[in-house]
């Protein structure tokens, strides 16, 4: 077995959301992208499924490197379509409340990521 097989993926919205954020703000992301072992190639591929473990790591250089603790927030707040997140967006987005979309998310959770 790969030893890549052994590490949770994922879809990557938030890293590729978080790259966009780090150009918006002047900097060059690919230092960034290299100290958590991702690409390139692999951010500009939507379809491309991103090793968890990078994925925080490039999260934790950014929110770093911008000096933003609540970095996520503001790339929620920096979204201007919430249809990017998938079908978390509609599974939300059908619920009334904010109770509801997070019953309604929880079963969805273990397909975010998953061990390939």
Same mark, same amino acid.
């Given at each position: 077995?790969?030893?890549?097989?052994?590490?949770? $993926?994922?879809?990557?919205?938030?890293?590729?959301?978080?790259? %966009?954020?780090?150009?918006?703000n002047?900097?060059?992301?690919?230092?960034?992208?290299?100290?958590?072992?991702?690409?390139? @190639? !692999?951010?500009e591929?939507?379809?491309? %499924?991103?090793?968890?473990?990078? !994925?925080?790591? /490039?999260?934790?250089?950014?929110?770093a490197?911008?000096?933003?603790?609540?970095?996520? /927030? $503001?790339?929620? @707040?920096?979204?201007?379509?919430?249809?990017? /997140?998938?079908?978390?967006?509609y599974?939300?987005?059908?619920?009334?409340?904010?109770?509801?979309?997070?019953?309604?998310?929880?079963?969805?959770?273990? %397909?975010?990521?998953?061990?390939?």
């Amino acid at each position: 077995m790969l030893a890549s097989a052994l590490f949770p $993926h994922a879809t990557g919205t938030l890293t590729r959301l978080a790259y %966009r954020y780090v150009k918006v703000n002047g900097l060059d992301p690919r230092p960034l992208l290299k100290k958590a072992n991702l690409t390139l @190639h !692999q951010i500009e591929d939507a379809n491309h %499924r991103l090793s968890v473990s990078n !994925q925080i790591k /490039f999260l934790n250089l950014t929110a770093a490197e911008l000096g933003d603790p609540l970095l996520g /927030f $503001h790339l929620a @707040h920096h979204t201007t379509d919430l249809r990017e /997140f998938g079908f978390l967006y509609y599974v939300a987005a059908s619920s009334d409340f904010l109770g509801d979309a997070l019953q309604r998310l929880a079963p969805a959770t273990p %397909r975010l990521s998953t061990k390939e």
